[in-house]
């Protein structure tokens, strides 16, 4: 039975329709993605599945008991409480049965002490029932879901106890998405989650979902997402959804599929009609009249096929109006930060000295607030250095995309905009805003009330204007729908100018850039290739420092064990053999592990996997015992060794994924 079924569902506004007959259904475990034009009705459609709005025509009937869990693009968050707080209340319920399992072993023991055994039987049932219902709701990980969570999206232990009303827009909306996520309800309604998200946030959202045991509906323009994300696509455009097995990629390929068919069914249909036509035409007075009227009277019946639709696309090119020098840019000491009247210098980037080659292609990257657009402006020279400089070369143009849009006046209309960027002519200016799909009326709105996607492709527009052969971009793709990020994509591929860019968007990054930039703790990093070899070039990294970690951990122990053993028992673990003189293979083996450390292996990791879960399982029998015997402090104790447990055995889960990663990396073709 599917958790929610979709019939006939249609929104209007105004006299229009922004969709209709809409019909689909989502059953347990199900991964969907909503994709389609900005404005076709993604996120009113979300928000009919949520219930915050009604359909003017259909149903959806949603099964008994289904909770349904909704990130909007409007926040609900209580601004007095702390960002911990906030997500602590998800638990309301398990805090209040902790709060009256304390209370009730207290009632025990004064029950145990004045000899009421009524009582005391009855407050024991009821504590053990209660601590049941408390273990397996997650009530002694809850704590550790929290901290998991706001550390997994990238909040710093500081931003922890700061009331929600303090938090930027951006850190209020991954509040909201972590919020959500705790709730862990049966379908999950998502518009636009990435947003705000840096790159290691993001993909540790990733893997969250990947592993997330209910529904999910996904409006998204992350096509690296989408396609690792969901299995099932739902297109709205054109008033319609359409849909389409697999992830984003496979809805590309059997889209264009769809799309040609499709057109070949409609072609041969109108020569059909055309032939029909002409056959009556020749023959509906002549000696053929009667099969003339057969014919027409078929052709009446017919069922005319439309005309395959397709999606408004940009068309524009980008042109450098003159050769750059061989060294575009130049850096010498570069320290990137703000001075603030009457404080001290705020350092965000201290750089290496780097040269930017004619032709090369950056992607900088780093954690949100690192200072990437304070290096762009830096680079520009929209804002002073702390401390260097900044060298741009011969006849070097610059072209620069903010993602703030600044610079664009909110009172001035499209094609005034356009028309004071260069010296064109009504006629051309409208031509010109045309390719980026202001057509009619829509050349005559206000630049405040534009969209995000509108007013980039206002910026895009003017750039196309101005000819440079430097383009610094700050998040280009951020507004831009899904076709208009690919064909972005395919005019910056044919650029002949040099590229430096700030991107979250891993297929953009992966198709453009031949080096990336990295601001890891305060310093620029320089690596050669794109995202994915830049993610290679990390897992290698991480792989040599996990094993350097491992070989001191067994040294140390080992060094632990020489000291504290007696003499017989140090020549035992050195591999002689007391009883004949020679060495036994497996002392030999440990004798190779003391004088050559290495880390432990994946079957080491799961052997003490194991003996964790087997760890757990008895403390958990043992809290079932002390419960049933009324002894307080033996719960506290136990449940403190439980919990301890617990956080053991994550830990070693985590080392079994990075060892796992690793081998199937080293055992990879090359």
């Not at 072993?105 to 009821?126: K, N, P, Y």
């Not at 550390?151 to 938090?167: K, N, T, V, W, Y």
């Not at 010109?432 to 509108?454: C, N």
């Not at 003017?462 to 990020?485: A, I, M, Y």
């Amino acid at each position: 039975m599917p958790l929610i079924s979709v019939n006939g569902l249609g929104k209007v506004y105004g006299a229009e329709y922004l969709f209709a007959d809409v019909t689909f259904q989502i059953n347990e475990r199900d991964r969907l993605g909503l994709v389609g034009p900005n404005g076709a009705g993604k996120s009113t459609l979300l928000k009919l599945l949520a219930g915050c709005e009604e359909p003017d025509e259909g149903t959806i009937l949603i099964a008994r008991g289904t909770r349904i869990g909704y990130l909007s693009q409007t926040l609900d968050l209580q601004p007095q409480r702390t960002l911990r707080e906030e997500l602590l209340a998800v638990f309301d319920y398990l805090r209040s049965w902790e709060q009256e399992l304390q209370t009730l072993a207290v009632a025990i023991a004064s029950a145990s002490e004045r000899g009421d055994t009524r009582q005391r039987e009855q407050l024991l049932q009821r504590y053990a029932e209660l601590q049941l219902r408390f273990e397996h709701a997650g009530g002694y990980t809850y704590e550790q879901r929290v901290q998991q969570v706001l550390d997994g999206l990238g909040f710093s232990r500081e931003l922890h106890d700061m009331p929600i009303a303090q938090l930027s827009g951006g850190q209020q909306r991954r509040a909201a998405l972590a919020r959500l996520l705790l709730q862990e309800p049966d379908v999950l309604l998502l518009d636009e989650p990435t947003n705000h998200l840096d790159l290691e946030a993001l993909e540790w959202l990733e893997d969250y979902l990947q592993e997330w045991k209910g529904a999910l509906v996904v409006v998204e323009h992350d096509r690296y997402f989408l396609d690792k994300i969901v299995a099932r696509i739902l297109e709205l455009a054109f008033g319609r959804v359409e849909e389409y097995p697999g992830n984003y990629s496979k809805y590309l390929q059997l889209r264009a599929e769809r799309f040609e068919r499709r057109l070949q069914e409609y072609e041969e249909q109108q020569e059909f009609i055309q032939r029909t036509e002409e056959f009556i035409r020749r023959y509906k007075a002549g000696q053929r009249s009667r099969q003339a009227r057969g014919r027409e009277k078929l052709l009446s019946r017919l069922e005319r096929l439309n005309r395959p639709q397709q999606l408004q696309e940009l068309r524009f090119e980008l042109k450098p109006s003159v050769e750059s020098g061989r060294v575009v840019l130049s850096t010498h000491g570069l320290v990137v930060g703000y001075r603030q009247p009457g404080h001290e210098p705020r350092p965000l980037v201290h750089m290496p000295d780097l040269e930017i080659i004619r032709g090369e292609r950056i992607g900088l990257l780093g954690p949100n607030g690192a200072g990437k657009t304070s290096l762009l402006r830096t680079l520009i020279g929209q804002l002073p250095p702390l401390r260097g400089r900044v060298v741009l070369g011969h006849n070097v143009r610059v072209g620069y995309y903010s993602q703030t849009h600044e610079g664009l006046d909110p009172t001035r209309t499209v094609l005034d905009e356009i028309r004071d960027a260069a010296a064109l002519s009504e006629e051309s200016a409208r031509a010109l805003l045309a390719r980026f799909l202001f057509e009619g009326d829509d050349v005559f709105k206000t630049l405040g009330s534009l969209s995000g996607g509108e007013r980039s492709r206002v910026v895009l527009a003017k750039l196309t204007l101005q000819g440079p052969n430097f383009l610094v971009l700050d998040e280009p793709t951020n507004h831009l729908d899904l076709p208009s990020r690919q064909f972005l994509e395919e005019v910056l591929a044919t650029f002949s100018g040099t590229l430096l860019f700030v991107s979250h968007d891993r297929y953009f990054i992966d198709r453009l850039a031949s080096k990336v930039w990295v601001i890891v703790e305060g310093t620029l990093r320089a690596y050669e290739g794109n995202y994915s070899d830049y993610r290679l070039h990390l897992q290698r990294e991480r792989g040599r420092l996990l094993a350097g970690e491992g070989q001191e951990e067994n040294a140390g122990t080992a060094s632990r064990s020489r000291q504290a053993a007696r003499p017989e028992t140090m020549l035992t673990e050195v591999g002689i053999d007391h009883a004949g003189g020679g060495r036994h293979p497996g002392r030999e083996r440990r004798s190779r592990r003391v004088g050559q450390p290495r880390p432990r292996s994946l079957a080491e990791v799961e052997q003490a996997i194991e003996q964790r879960e087997q760890r757990a399982r008895t403390l958990e029998e043992a809290l079932n015992e002390a419960a049933g015997r009324g002894d307080v402090a033996e719960l506290q104790r136990l449940t403190s060794d439980y919990e301890a447990t617990r956080a053991e055995l994550e830990q070693l889960l985590a080392e079994w994924e990075q060892l796992a990663a690793s081998q199937e990396q080293t055992e990879a073709p090359r």
